[in-house]
């Protein structure tokens, strides 16, 4: 089981995990947008969700191996994260 929690202060994408099924929670203090993006098969990240703006909590579920992460594109205020896999 892999565990990635953080703050976004700021936009940028936070730390990725793999697995089949991958927990993502976060609380938003104010006004922000996050994207879930899943890794390519070229390398590159992919929308899964885009324009999260308020408290959410979703699994996000495959049935191969995926590579998942979030990404703060805009930001004023705090949104405290976690993405954990089985």
């Not at 995990?17 to 609380?27: L, N, P, Q, R």
């Not at 590159?44 to 979030?70: H, N, Q, Y």
């Amino acid at each position: 089981m892999a565990i990635v929690t953080g703050t976004f202060s700021g936009t940028g994408a936070s730390a990725a995990v793999a697995g089949t099924k991958v927990s993502i929670k976060m609380d938003f203090a104010g006004t922000a947008s996050v994207d879930i993006e899943e890794l390519g098969h070229d390398g590159g990240w992919v929308k899964a969700e885009t324009g999260i703006t308020a408290d959410s909590s979703k699994v996000f579920d495959r049935p191969t191996l995926a590579t998942v992460r979030l990404n703060c594109t805009a930001h004023t205020n705090n949104v405290v994260y976690s993405l954990e896999t089985n």
